[in-house]
């Protein structure tokens, strides 16, 4: 059943149309140390500006990055941090600075749909929780908030109610606790922040929300901070052996990858436009680029399978992950992580299958 908490978020989302395309919500709370706004600039190497002088403020910054700008706020012994477009918050590196003698709660999503609720103490990352599916969690304690993931889970079941029923934007189901026309649009979001008010106790405000340029609000521009070495891609974090040899291989074998694992995930699941689906297939087998509005087509891509361990809403995403263009926001070998998540049973043999496509190149051993 979703809960009050949820349904305030989804409201607040769904009002203010362009968070659908990602934000970042930070709480700091003090552990062994107190936290006030000036500690945090420091540890994050902020400098305060005036957001109605940004454009002055880069002219004397050649390295600016509109990203790295944030509010933030003193709510007590607490601090939180709110980026409307960026998310730094979400860094492993920010969150260890930020965790030093404290509790740090951060989510974030971006425009593709990926997005995480993460924890960090004392300098570890204890645990991120994928938002669109609390079983996917990682990090060095990925169980140290499981029993406060019941809204993160609850909206799972919903979003899993749609798939299975085959709707778009609504679902009619036998459930008395589901509304009976449930609208699901950012569900998985609004209930991972409910998780994040339940876990601190506070409430990110529509007034807040609404006059990020006022009290209590301060907007700094966080600086520089260096990334830990890290794999180019999602893929990379879950499988660095695969990912690193299917990029040492040739392109050919890249796209040969691809092409079978999408024929897979076109074979088991029931899409929602199997001739857009085909048509991706047949532009990564041949290097061709696709048209921005056709993958955008293939960014609403549903899918749903009979199979239980299935997970349509991976699915989707493997044909517009994998058409990706060079040098662009997303990673092409990402697809294969949506495949991993799609499809649980048979990642073991299909990672061997690719595994073995790598090695028949001559170019890498099968490891």
Not at 252 to 263: F, I, W
Not at 325 to 339: E, I, N, W
Request: proline fraction near 6%; glycine fraction near 8%.
């Amino acid at each position: 059943m979703i809960s009050k908490a949820v349904e305030y978020y989804q409201r607040v989302l769904t009002s203010r149309s362009w968070f659908a395309e990602g934000l970042s919500w930070t709480v700091i709370q003090p552990a062994s140390q107190q936290l006030t706004v000036a500690e945090v600039m420091r540890r994050l190497h902020a400098e305060r500006v005036n957001p109605d002088e940004l454009d002055e403020w880069a002219d004397d910054h050649d390295d600016h990055d509109p990203l790295l700008m944030a509010c933030l706020a003193q709510i007590g012994p607490n601090v939180v941090m709110f980026q409307d477009n960026g998310f730094e918050g979400s860094r492993p590196e920010i969150l260890r600075w930020l965790s030093d003698g404290a509790r740090v709660h951060n989510v974030d999503w971006t425009i593709n749909g990926n997005g995480s609720l993460s924890y960090a103490v004392y300098g570890k990352v204890l645990a991120r929780i994928d938002k669109n599916n609390p079983d996917r969690k990682y990090g060095e304690d990925p169980t140290a908030l499981d029993e406060d993931l019941a809204d993160m889970h609850a909206a799972r079941q919903l979003l899993d109610l749609e798939d299975q029923a085959g709707l778009g934007e609504t679902s009619q189901t036998a459930d008395p606790s589901v509304p009976s026309a449930l609208d699901t649009h950012l569900l998985a979001e609004a209930a991972a922040m409910a998780t994040v008010e339940h876990r601190t106790g506070i409430r990110l405000t529509e007034q807040w929300l609404d006059n990020l340029g006022a009290e209590p609000w301060q907007a700094v521009m966080i600086g520089k901070i260096p990334s830990d070495p890290r794999p180019p891609s999602g893929f990379g974090d879950a499988d660095p052996d695969l990912d690193a040899r299917l990029r040492a291989a040739p392109e050919r074998v890249q796209r040969a990858a691809l092409v079978l694992v999408m024929r897979e995930i076109a074979t088991r699941f029931s899409l929602t436009d199997g001739e857009a689906a085909q048509a991706a297939i047949d532009a990564v087998g041949q290097g061709r680029t696709l048209a921005n509005e056709v993958r955008e087509h293939l960014f609403r891509l549903g899918a749903s399978s009979g199979d239980p361990q299935a997970d349509g809403l991976s699915a989707g995403p493997v044909f517009y992950t994998a058409t990706a263009p060079p040098h662009g926001y997303d990673d092409r070998l990402d697809a294969l992580g949506h495949v991993r998540n799609a499809l649980p049973e048979d990642w073991p043999r299909l990672r061997c299958t690719l595994s073995d496509l790598v090695r028949a190149s001559g170019h890498q051993a099968r490891g």
